[in-house]
Structure formats: C-alpha cells, structure tokens
C-alpha cells in the first residue's frame, strides 16, 4: 500500500520568512499554484487515496483540498488532527531572523537550530494568539495544548497519531495521504526510515513535493519516490 507524505505550500508567513507554527496563516498565491500541482502529479501517477489525514491549520487543510480536488477524489474521508499539527514556536511565532537575533542573541538561536529538545520560549497562555483561547482547540485538555514545543516533543505527540491511527489504515491495506508540515511530516519519516535523533534535525521536506512510500504488511520501505 501506499504512504504519501505532502508538506503544504508556501504561506503568506513564510514568504516573509517569520516562524509560523500554531499561527493559522493562509497559503499564498504560490502556495496554492503548489498544493495544485503536486494533485496533478498524483493523478499522473494514478494512485487512488481511501483515506487523508491532515492538521487543524488552514495552509495544510487547503493543500489536500487542492490536491485532492485535482485528483476528483474529494470524496474520501478526511482525518484532521491537531497532532499533525505544525512545531509550537511559541514566543518566537510571528518573528523573523532580525528580530529573533536582537531579542535573544545570535548565540541563542545558534543554539536552538541545531537543537532537538530545547524549546523556544513559551507563549504566554494569555496571549491573544495563545491556542488555550482558540477556539479548533477548545475540546481538548488544557495541558494537552502546546505552548511552544522541542523538536523532540513535536515529535512524541505526533508519533502516537501515526501509530494508532494511520499504521493501522496502512495494515488494512488503505493508500493513505498525509498533508501537513515540515516537523510533523519529519516524526512520520523519522519512524518509516529510523532516523536518528541528531540526523532527523537536518532532514528537510521540500513543500508541495509528494513524497510516495510503497510499503509492506510491516511498513518497511519497498520504494520510495518524490514526484
Ligand atoms: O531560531 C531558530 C529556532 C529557534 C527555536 C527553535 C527552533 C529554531 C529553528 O529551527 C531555526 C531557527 C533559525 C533558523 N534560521 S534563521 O536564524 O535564519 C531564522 C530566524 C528566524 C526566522 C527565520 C529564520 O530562517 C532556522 O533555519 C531554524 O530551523
């Protein structure tokens, strides 16, 4: 069966090149020329999806839906789960490089890029972005909710969606496609090809490239091909 890993366009936030995260910003113009184009590229390649999984945030949602409609599959059942969810930036969300580097110091953010489990410094719970006052979030347990996350905690509570629920839809025997973000398409990689802690830090997910695993009864990798 089929595992197909797709990151989300280009949105308005990263063409300014701030950190993002939780912060629910739209695809741009290009961002949705690629959400359409990578459908294109799935429908040449003929795979029929039974089901898709995708984040609560909007870039990611609109890319499947775009892929998806390019395909004219948008018929098949659609999972959204916040643990698809982008990495938390918490306060560092909204800033770019410049800002970054004069509020906390080049040495600082030296530190954080090559990290994996140090966390940026946390939203106030009370900040008009906090998710704790969003309303995709309400019905979850408030200490559930993030408010800035490690590379290595985006992984932990990504990892556990994959492997009781889209593991199984694998196992069934469902072709499966994933839309959502760089980090939390990197916890699905990490496990499909055994990444290490310190190598996973380096892999990068280009945007609105399908990346197209054949798997066996046991996930192991027969083929993988990026369209
Ligand atoms: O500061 C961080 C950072 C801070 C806290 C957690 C994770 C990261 C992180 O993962 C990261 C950073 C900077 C840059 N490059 S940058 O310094 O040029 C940069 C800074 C701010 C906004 C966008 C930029 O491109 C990266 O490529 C990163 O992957």
Redo the contacts with the bound molecule.
């Keep these: 069966m089929k595992l197909v890993l797709l990151r989300h366009g280009q949105s308005e936030w990263n063409k300014l090149?701030?950190?993002t995260g939780w912060k629910d910003v739209d695809l741009s113009e290009k961002g949705v020329e690629e959400a359409k184009s990578a459908g294109r590229k799935l429908k040449e390649a003929g795979i029929e999806f039974d089901i898709a999984y995708t984040s609560y945030l909007k870039r990611a949602i609109k890319t499947l839906n775009i892929a998806l409609e390019e395909m004219d599959s948008l018929y098949i059942e659609t999972v959204k789960t916040w643990r698809l969810n982008e990495?938390h930036?918490?306060a560092?969300q909204g800033?770019?490089?410049?800002?970054?580097?004069e509020k906390?110091g080049d040495e600082?953010?030296?530190i954080?890029?090559?990290?994996f489990d140090?966390?940026?410094p946390l939203m106030d719970k009370d900040d008009e972005n906090s998710a704790h006052r969003d309303k995709k979030y309400r019905d979850f347990p408030q200490d559930v909710i993030p408010d800035g996350e490690?590379?290595k905690l985006t992984l932990e509570r990504t990892l556990p969606f994959f492997m009781d629920e889209i593991g199984p839809s694998l196992i069934a025997g469902k072709n499966v496609l994933v839309a959502a973000h760089g980090n939390s398409l990197r916890s699905i990689t990490k496990y499909i090809e055994n990444i290490s802690d310190e190598e996973i830090?380096s892999v990068e997910i280009a945007t609105g490239e399908p990346i197209v695993y054949t798997l066996d009864e046991n996930l192991k990798i027969i083929k993988k091909e990026i369209l």
């Design positions: 090149n701030l950190f990495r930036y918490g560092l800033l770019n490089k410049k800002e970054t580097a906390y600082q953010v030296h954080w890029r090559r990290s140090i966390a940026p490690s590379l830090t």
